[in-house]
């Protein structure tokens, strides 16, 4: 199951179970009702738990989490370089989309093409990556996983 599946299953799960409370918490026959500052607190704690599962999640999938746009991207471990294609190029791809290197396309292809390698090797020098080569290898996915 892929991480935005994973995480789908977990907002819908909260979000359930905010419904469940709500309902659980409606006026019947001389019940009180719940207020306002306890669901909110409720559904904070629902938030916290979500982040922190995310997070484990990230920790056990090789996921990154940008600073600059908040996003979470699993990079994977295989090397991506031109003619590669699939999952990890189309993370790639958004990350360096949202990053605002690869600006020839405003969607992933999930092909790795000279677009993207130049918009990797852009990103790399960048950030002190060398060679910046636009080769998607150890030493980038190093610095992502420390780094991003």
């Not at 026959?29 to 995310?54: G, R």
């Amino acid at each position: 199951m892929s991480i935005n599946k994973k995480l789908i299953s977990a907002a819908l799960t909260a979000t359930t179970i905010v419904w469940a409370v709500g309902v659980a918490a409606l006026p019947l026959a001389n019940a009180q009702t719940t207020s306002t500052a306890s669901l909110q607190a409720e559904i904070a704690s629902l938030l916290s738990e979500i982040q922190s599962l995310q997070a484990q999640l990230n920790t056990q999938t090789g996921g990154s989490t940008s600073a600059s746009t908040g996003k979470t991207y699993n990079f994977g471990t295989s090397d991506l370089t031109i003619g590669s294609r699939g999952a990890g190029v189309t993370v790639l791809q958004q990350f360096l989309i949202d990053q605002g290197d690869l600006t020839a396309v405003s969607a992933p292809t999930g092909y790795f093409g000279t677009l993207t390698q130049a918009a990797l090797a852009k990103f790399q020098a960048a950030n002190g990556i060398h060679p910046a080569a636009g080769y998607y290898g150890p030493i980038t996915r190093a610095y992502l996983a420390k780094y991003v």
